[in-house]
């Protein structure tokens, strides 16, 4: 996706809601080399923990 992305044109990555209580998918973007830019107050409401907040993580597609 990032190769494809980068081929098309585009110079970074935004992914707008990965959900603050999903450790193990915030702990993959961010070792994908994506970081967190803000993270949304209580955007979802999760079943188990009720309203959780989302990050908004970024990566640049800048050579490498």
Do not use: C, K, Y
């Not at 098309?8 to 070792?31: C, D, K, P």
């Not at 923990?49 to 800048?62: A, D, I, Q």
């Amino acid at each position: 996706m990032l190769e494809q992305a980068r081929a098309s044109g585009f110079r970074a990555m935004v992914f707008n809601a990965v959900v603050e209580t999903n450790h193990r998918a915030v702990h993959l973007w961010h070792s994908l080399g994506f970081r967190t830019l803000a993270i949304v107050p209580e955007a979802f409401d999760h079943p188990r923990h009720g309203p959780v907040g989302v990050h908004v993580m970024h990566r640049s597609l800048g050579e490498g």
